[in-house]
C-alpha cells in the first residue's frame, strides 16, 4: 500500500436540494436522488481506489464542491425567505450532527493503535487525534509533508484522512461569514439592481478566482504542502458555491441533460486512472472531476430512460449515499490496520473486498446508531446551549482517554532515560574489553514515545560570517560558536551526515571547533551526477561554492552509499570528484563510511518480535558490502581521511537493532542519536586518529 494521502470524507448532510427546472419533471422538489447518488458514486471511488490502487482518485474535490453547493442552497434559501441566518445555532447544530460519529471512528482507531501498531506509532496516532478533534489534522499534515525529518517512513496513519475534515470544517465556519456578510451589505445598500445572488456571486467569485491562482503556483512549487492546505482547495468550495447560485439559470434541454450527465460520469471515473492526483493536485488539475460533478448536477433530473441520473438514482446507490459519511471514515483506518496487522502490503482482490464489506457494516451501524438518534434527538434541539452541551461531551468522550495514553507515554519515557548509564552502554558494549560479557537487564532506550526525538541537535541556524548568500543553503545550521575557535568544520550531505553531529557535536565543544551544516535530505554530497535529481545536484553545487569561499580547515562527510537491496554497498556518485576542490585548497575531508539500510523499520520489529529475534537481526552479508567502497578510494586523494565505525553498528556477522540496551536505529536506515552518543568516545578516536588532529 502506498502512503499517498487520503481523499475527503462525506458531510452528513440534510437531503440534497436543487432548483433546476426545465425539462426536470422534478421541479421544485426539495429531494434530489441524483445528487444523493453522486456522493455515493464519489465514496465508492475513493474507497475502490485506496484499497485496491493504492491511489489518489480525485474524489476529494467532488465531495468540497457537494458540500459547498448543499451549503450555498440552504443559506440563499433563508436569506431569500426573510428567515434570520443565526450562525451561532448554525454552527452548534452542525457540529454537533459531524463530531458523533467521528469521535467513535477515532476511538475505535485508538483501540486498533494499541492492538496492531508498534508502540513508537503511538505518539503520532494520539497528536493526530487531537488535530482530527479540533479540525486541524490538515495543517499537522502539511508541515510534516514538506518536513523530511518528520515523515512516517513506516506506514500510513490510521487517521490522516480526517486532513479533509479538517478543510471542511474550517470552510463551515468561514462560508457562513460570507453569507451573513454579503446579507448585511444588501441591506445596506438597499438597490434592486444589486441583488443578494449577484453580491455572493461577486465574493464567491473573488475567491474562486484567488485561491485557484495561489493553488496553482503553490502546487507548481510545495505541492506535498499544498496538497494540505486550506487555501489552495477554497476555490473548489466557491465552485459548489458559484454552481448553486447558477442552476436557477440553467435550463438545458432533456437531450443535453443525458449527455452532461454521462460525460460527467466518465470524467469523474476516469480522473484517478488517467492523472497522477496525488502528485499535481489541488492546482488546476483539480478542474477535471470538480467539473465533471458540476455537469451531473447541472444535468440534474433528464427525464430520459437513458440519463445518467437513472443509474445515480438507483435505490442501492441513494441508500449507500445515505451512509457515506461513515462509510468513508471507517474505510481508511480498517485498511490501514489489516495491512499493518497482517503484514500485507497492498490487499488482493479477497482482502480488498473483506475491508469493504467491514467498512460498510460499520459504516451502516455508526448511521444507524449513532448518527441518526442524535440527528433525531428533540432534546437538544429545543434550546441552542444544549447543541454545544453534546459538542463538549463528544469532546470529552475522546480528550479523556487521549490525555490518559499520553501521560502514561510520557511517564515511561521518563523511567526509561532515568535508569542508570551502566545499563544502557549501547555501542560501549562491542568495544574490546566488553566483548562477551553480558548486557544488564534493563528497559531498551529510548522509550519508543522519544523515538520522535531521535534526530542529532543542531544549536540554530547560521549567524555573522556563516550565513550563506545563495538562498538554496538559507537551511545551514552551526553548533554555538566557542569562545576559541582553534578549527572550522563544514558538514555536507544527507541526513546520514547530520546523525553524526550526534557525536560530532559534543566532540567539537570539547575541542573549540566551529562546526556548520548544509544538509538536504536524500542527497548525499558529490559533484554533479546523473543519479541525482536537478535540485540535489543544484545544492550541492552551492554547498561546494560556499565551501571554496569560507575555506573552513575540514569539511565532514558520508563517503559511501548504502542500499536495501543488493548491491548493498556502493561508492558515492562523483565523490572524489566533489572533495578534491577542496582537498586542493589545502583542506582536510573527512569521509565516513555508511551505516546500512533495510527494508523494514528496526525499532518496530523489536517492540513487535523481541530484540532477539532473528528478523530484527540481518546477516551482516545482507546490510554491507564485503568490502569497504572506502578502500577504492585510499591514496587517490591527498587529503582525504577515511573513518569507518560499522564495527560498532555491526557485530558478530549480524547487524542488530538493538545494542547495549539501546536502538540502533529510529527508523529503516537512520542511526538514533541516542546510539550515536554511546558511540562518541569511539568516534572521537578513530577522528583523531584518522586525521592526525590534536
Known sequence: MTTTPTEHPTTPAKQPTNTTKGTDKAAGKAYRPEVQGLRALAVLMVVTYHVWLGRVSGGVDIFLLISAFLLTLSFVRKVESGSPLKLVSHWLHLFKRLLPAAVVVILGVLAGTWAILPQSRWPDVLEQAWASLLYRQNWLLADSAVDYYAQDHSGASPLQHFWSLSIQGQVFVLWPLVFAGAAALHRILRRPAVSYRLLLAVAFGVIFAASLAYSIEQTGTNQAYAYFDTRTRLWEFALGSLLALALPYLKPG????????????????????????????????????TLAAAAIIVAGQSGSRFGADRLLSWKPLVKLGDNSYALYLWHWPLLVLALAGTGVVSPNLVQGLAIVAASVVLAVLTTRFVEKPLREWHWPQRRVWRNAVVIVACGALLAGPVSLWQTKLTAEE?????????????????????????????????????????????????????????????????????????????????????????????????????????????????????????????????????????????????????????????????????????????????????????????????????????????????????????????????????????????????????????????????????????????????????????
Open 254 to 289: 432533456k437531450l443535453l441533460r443525458v449527455i452532461l450527465g454521462w460525460a460527467g460520469v466518465a470524467a469523474m471515473v476516469s480522473c484517478g486512472l488517467l492523472l497522477t492526483v496525488d502528485r499535481s493536485f489541488p492546482g488546476f488539475v483539480a478542474l477535471w472531476p
Open 414 to 694: 521518563a523511567a526509561a532515560a532515568a535508569q542508570p548509564r551502566e545499563l544502557t552502554p549501547g555501542a560501549a558494549a562491542l568495544t574490546p574489553e566488553n566483548v562477551g560479557k553480558p548486557t544488564p537487564e534493563a528497559k531498551i532506550i529510548p522509550a519508543p514515545a522519544a523515538m520522535k526525538n531521535e534526530w542529532a541537535d543542531i544549536d540554530g541556524l547560521c549567524t555573522d560570517g556563516n550565513v550563506p548568500d545563495d538562498p538554496l543553503l538559507s537551511g545551514c545550521l552551526q553548533n554555538s560558536k566557542p569562545e576559541v575557535v582553534t578549527k572550522r568544520i563544514v558538514v555536507l550531505g544527507d541526513s546520514h551526515a547530520q546523525q553524526y553531529m550526534a557525536a560530532l557535536g559534543p566532540i567539537a565543544k570539547e575541542h573549540g571547533w566551529e562546526v556548520v551544516t548544509l544538509l538536504k535530505g536524500n542527497c548525499r554530497f558529490g559533484a554533479e551526477s546523473t543519479e541525482r535529481d536537478a535540485e540535489c545536484n543544484a545544492f550541492n553545487k552551492a554547498s561546494a561554492e560556499y565551501v571554496l569561499e569560507h575555506q573552513p580547515d575540514a569539511v565532514f562527510t558520508v563517503a559511501s552509499l548504502t542500499l536495501k537491496d543488493a548491491p548493498f554497498e556502493t561508492e558515492v556518485p562523483g565523490y572524489l570528484e566533489g572533495i578534491k576542490p577542496f582537498t586542493d585548497a589545502g583542506m582536510d575531508v573527512v569521509g565516513v563510511r555508511d551505516n546500512p539500510r533495510f527494508g523494514f523499520n528496526m525499532p518496530e520489529c523489536v517492540q513487535k518480535k523481541g530484540a532477539d529475534a532473528a528478523d530484527c537481526n540481518p546477516p551482516l552479508g545482507e546490510s554491507l558490502a564485503d568490502s569497504s567502497p572506502l578502500d577504492a578510494y585510499r591514496g587517490k586523494v591527498d587529503g582525504l581521511h577515511l573513518m569507518d565505525l560499522s564495527d560498532f553498528i555491526c557485530a558478530d556477522g549480524i547487524c542488530p537493532a538493538v545494542v547495549g540496551n539501546v536502538y540502533v536505529y529510529k527508523d529503516d536506515n537512520h542511526l538514533t542519536k541516542t546510539y550515536v552518543q554511546s558511540m562518541i568516545p569511539m568516534f572521537e578516536q578513530r577522528l583523531l586518529a584518522a586525521t592526525g588532529w590534536t
